[in-house]
């Protein structure tokens, strides 16, 4: 079993450095099976505490009519630290997209970590006018440093689906990763 598990990480693409933007340090990877790249996005905050980026990421599960791109987003299902939503999403140039979301959140007194992967449910049936992401995940980790200050590390997948290229989209992603992190820093500072 141990050889099994050594096998698989050893054959999972590492990431390499893909710049630094405004303070974050940007890394790629190769996803076996696809022409685009899971980002992984690394910064240290000392304007947001712990719980105010966890909360940011966290949140209530309702539409937030800032997030770009977004048309709606409704929860089909809530325990605890798990959340199913599904979300519409109506970008620019390409035709709308829709995706089912299966997140959780695990906090620490010093670690705050949410999950994410897209999954399937019988309340968000597929349809024609919307093209459905199916390969899509990511995570947000907070960890409260000794020092002060908090680590915080943003990984992304998404497969467009449909027929964009992937030249087309890799540039686009990466600029929306980081717009992300960014709007995620400075909202969490605003909540202290």
Do not use: N
Not at 69 to 79: A, G, H, Q, T
Not at 137 to 152: C, D, K, M, N, Q
């Amino acid at each position: 079993m141990v050889t099994v598990v050594l096998l698989v990480l050893a054959a999972e693409p590492t990431f390499v450095a893909d710049g630094t933007v405004d303070g974050l340090t940007l890394e790629k990877r190769e996803v076996v099976g696809s022409s685009f790249f899971e980002l992984r996005l690394t910064a240290t905050t000392t304007k947001a505490t712990l719980e105010a980026l966890c909360d940011e990421v966290w949140g209530d599960g309702s539409y937030d009519p800032t997030e770009p791109d977004l048309k709606s987003r409704k929860v089909l299902s809530e325990d605890g630290g798990v959340r199913v939503t599904w979300e519409e999403i109506a970008p620019a140039v390409v035709s709308q997209r829709d995706y089912v979301l299966h997140q959780t959140v695990d906090r620490t007194p010093t670690t705050c970590t949410m999950r994410y992967r897209a999954t399937s449910d019988p309340a968000a049936p597929v349809r024609s006018t919307f093209v459905r992401l199916t390969k899509l995940w990511g995570s947000w980790h907070f960890e409260a440093l000794p020092t002060g200050g908090v680590r915080v590390v943003y990984t992304s997948f998404s497969d467009p689906g449909g027929s964009i290229p992937a030249f087309l989209v890799k540039g686009p992603q990466r600029s929306a990763a980081i717009t992300w992190m960014k709007r995620t820093m400075d909202r969490a500072a605003a909540r202290r």
